[in-house]
């Protein structure tokens, strides 16, 4: 159901790679909440091209732009201003990669070449993001950001590898611009820590299997789904949220505050 809490607005969308992208989903809750979208991805994961229907279903633009690179970012708000006709109220990050978590080497052995190229894609790069935006006065007063982070910062999740590193740091970079864009231009920037999801990036982690299921247990509510995540972003980009800013906010179905829950008990029991 859409309340055209979007009404007007203008964001930009990182990340959708196909229909179980977290980014997929929240543009169309966005469309559908009245919202107009220019979706941007690296130019490597475009050329899948399942971007493309997304971008003819919604009536969005597509501007490649690798995070990674200051060249991109800037070309994508140029672009978009000029698409727009002036800056955006909303902007998502939902990017994130280990090279490491790829090449399956664990934590004790992480190679440094690929730490760095990780915290780059999946953290510096809300830095670069905002920092641009801010040079170009992209983002409109009381715009609001929101990127995607993952519990692995704050508490344990061995296979999570050096991706517990980068959110963590991912989450103070949005505390640290949270203050300086909220006292220049009174722009809001929030983490939200999802739930795990099956999505390309989540099912790269090892076990994940076995994790998505205990998380399930062990959440009241159950795990969160892209479709709800979507719905949460949605309200942050929206006027009802306007002095919500600097926050992690955990998007879990209860895990982050839960113990032990009986069916996760009932389970130890039957071993
Ligand atoms: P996804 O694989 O659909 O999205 C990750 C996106 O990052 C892809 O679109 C990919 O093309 C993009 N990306 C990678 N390198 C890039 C670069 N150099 N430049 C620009 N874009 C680049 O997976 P998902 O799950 O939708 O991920 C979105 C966000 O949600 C990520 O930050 C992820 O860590 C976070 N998250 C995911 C959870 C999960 O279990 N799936 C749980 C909690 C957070």
């Known amino acids: 159901m859409a309340y055209n809490l ?7 969308i990182f990340g959708a790679l196909d229909e179980n992208s ?25 050329r899948m ?8 279903e919604i009536g969005a633009p597509v501007i ?31 990017i994130g990669m280990s090279i ?8 004790t052995e992480n190679n440094y070449d690929f730490t760095h190229k990780g915290l780059d894609i999946s953290a510096i790069s809300l830095h670069r993001v905002l920092k641009i935006a801010l040079k170009h006065d992209a983002i409109n ?26 959110k963590a740091m991912l989450e103070s970079i949005a505390r640290n611009f949270g203050y300086h864009y909220g006292v220049k231009k009174n ?29 399930e247990k062990m959440s009241p509510l159950g795990n969160a789904t892209a479709d709800a995540c979507a719905d949460y972003i949605v309200s942050l980009f929206s006027d009802l949220t306007k002095m919500v800013t600097m926050q992690n906010l955990f998007h879990d179905g209860g895990f982050s505050s839960t113990g032990v829950t009986q069916a996760v008990i009932e389970q130890m029991e039957k071993e």
């Open 187 to 215: 722009v809001r920037i929030n983490t939200i820590s999802q739930s795990p999801t099956r999505t390309t990036a989540g099912s790269g982690i090892k076990g994940f299997n076995g994790f998505i299921d205990y998380a």
């Open 100 to 107: 490491n978590v790829r090449k399956g080497i664990h934590y």
């Open 49 to 56: 091209g399942a971007i493309n229907k997304l971008a003819e």
């Open 22 to 46: 977290i980014a997929w989903k929240t543009a169309q809750h966005c469309k559908a909440e009245g919202a107009e979208i220019v979706l941007t991805n690296a130019p490597i994961a475009l």
């Open 6 to 12: 979007l009404k007007g607005k203008k964001g930009i």
């Open 141 to 166: 007063e009381w715009g609001s950001v929101v990127a995607l982070t993952y519990i692995a910062a704050q508490r344990i999740f061995p296979d999570y590898n050096d991706m517990a590193d980068g």
């Open 64 to 94: 490649p732009a690798d995070v990674t690179s200051d060249e991109d970012i800037e070309n994508l708000f140029i672009k978009s201003k000029e698409h727009f006709g002036g800056g955006v109220d909303f902007v998502l990050h939902s």
